[in-house]
């Protein structure tokens, strides 16, 4: 497996988790985070503990990134897994599965890249590279299948991990969830937007709806929470 932010990390974790359950002899071997490796995956390279986002950052990175899929090309070869799952992270992961490919190896791609709305001259690329693709947005189905993808709709991940818990603890429906993202950078940029668009709606509903935020990482909720203070100070 392979996940290159906190996100797919989980995602990853969380599969893995299901996967134990039906086959607990499974070895699966990660590209990810703590919470792959948690889940039982042996870590072979922390991919997810620093994600990296924005041109300049992954200009300056591409070294790194070159010579990490010159070792996952040597590992693919060693070890011929039965099956390479891809999450997310497609600047790393497309590569990687077309690595896969090259040794003839099963690749399955979970939570696709949203090529459809952003980067729709990729998908020929990425059609040549996945062998299956498990999407988590009804539409896509549809979309990477008439692109020659083997496609299957399996439900959104967050579901499962949020909205579930979320109601069984009791947090209202009409409850306002605030879902920046996994990285640093994205929170920073995301949230004073989100607040600001909360406001609007307060100013049209004429009342505020309960706000609802969690994230794993202690950094990213003292940027939420500063955040959040600066807009009540608004």
Do not use: K
Request: hydrophobic fraction near 45%.
């Amino acid at each position: 497996m392979s996940a290159g932010d906190l996100s797919g990390d989980q995602h990853g974790a969380a599969l893995v988790a299901e996967l134990r359950q039906r086959r607990p002899e499974l070895r699966i071997l990660a590209f990810g985070g703590a919470a792959l490796a948690e889940a039982g995956a042996e870590l072979l390279y922390p991919l997810a503990d620093n994600p990296i986002m924005g041109f300049r950052r992954v200009f300056a990175s591409l070294g790194h990134f070159v010579a990490l899929l010159s070792e996952a090309d040597r590992v693919l070869e060693r070890l011929r897994p039965d099956a390479v799952v891809l999450i997310d992270f497609p600047g790393f992961n497309v590569n990687l599965a077309r690595l896969a490919r090259r040794h003839g190896l099963l690749t399955c791609y979970y939570v696709c890249p949203q090529y459809w709305g952003w980067a729709p001259w990729r998908v020929r690329r990425f059609a040549r590279s996945v062998d299956q693709a498990l999407v988590i947005l009804p539409f896509e189905e549809e979309f990477w299948r008439r692109h020659g993808v083997r496609a299957t709709y399996v439900g959104h991940p967050v579901a499962d991990r949020v909205l579930t818990p979320a109601r069984r603890a009791g947090v209202p429906r009409d409850a306002v969830g605030i879902l920046p993202g996994s990285r640093e950078q994205e929170v920073r940029a995301h949230v004073p937007w989100m607040l600001h668009a909360v406001r609007e709606l307060a100013d049209r509903l004429g009342t505020l709806p309960p706000l609802c935020s969690t994230h794993p990482r202690a950094a990213v909720r003292a940027i939420l929470a500063e955040e959040a203070g600066r807009a009540l100070l608004d």
